[in-house]
């Protein structure tokens, strides 16, 4: 039922098509139609598509690094709708290899907050942009942190909270998982 309806400012009690997609992307209950057809009502009625939304534990142990991503029902939100025209200039890639993922610590500010929400260019997996930041895994270790290749091949990683500071790995030792592409974040 529309929330519209209930409040008595619609006669029809069937929701809007922009109200429907608010409500099926904020349920804990599994989608009515399946998440293909949600995703082309969505690039169709508010040239939007559906963003995977992760938590930076989910990537810890190399759990979630082939695409289409799973969904965990204890995870709060699964997907975020960004504009299509956004992700198209963030990223060469079709929407469904770029996810978002909510910043659980300060590891990286003051260039990204504790709190923030990025957006990740799963099909960057090559570092070939010495300066950018970069979703990466050691070990079992999932974190976001700026990455450069240093003569020889060795990758220099750095937490931008610790200023002048890197630590080297060897590439084999570095599971790369894509590039930050766009922070979202309060000033």
């Known amino acids: ?25 904020n349920t804990h209950e599994p989608l009515a139609s399946s998440l293909a057809d949600l995703d082309e009502m969505l690039r169709e009625e508010a040239g939007q598509a559906l963003v995977h939304r992760f938590k930076m534990s989910d990537f810890n142990g190399f759990l979630a690094t082939d ?6 029902r204890d995870q709060d939100f699964w997907f975020k709708a ?6 198209t200039q963030l990223a060469k890639v079709e929407p469904v290899q770029i996810c978002t993922i909510y910043v659980s610590d300060g590891s990286m500010a003051p260039t990204i ?25 050691i070990g079992e270790t999932a974190m976001i942190r700026r990455v450069f290749v240093r003569p020889g091949g060795t990758l220099a990683i750095s937490a931008d909270s610790i200023t002048n500071s890197f630590t080297e790995f060897e590439r084999y030792d570095v599971q790369i ?3 930050v592409v766009w922070i979202g974040q309060s000033v």
């Open 1 to 25: 039922m529309s929330a519209i309806w209930l409040l008595g400012l619609q006669s029809d009690p069937k929701p809007e098509v922009n109200e429907y997609l608010a409500q099926s992307l």
């Open 67 to 72: 695409f289409p991503l799973f969904h965990d």
């Open 82 to 87: 960004f504009d299509v025209d956004l992700l």
């Open 113 to 137: 907050k504790e709190g923030a929400s990025i957006l990740i260019d799963t099909g960057a997996t090559e570092i070939e942009q010495q300066d950018a930041i970069w979703l990466i895994s």
């Open 177 to 179: 998982h894509g590039k």
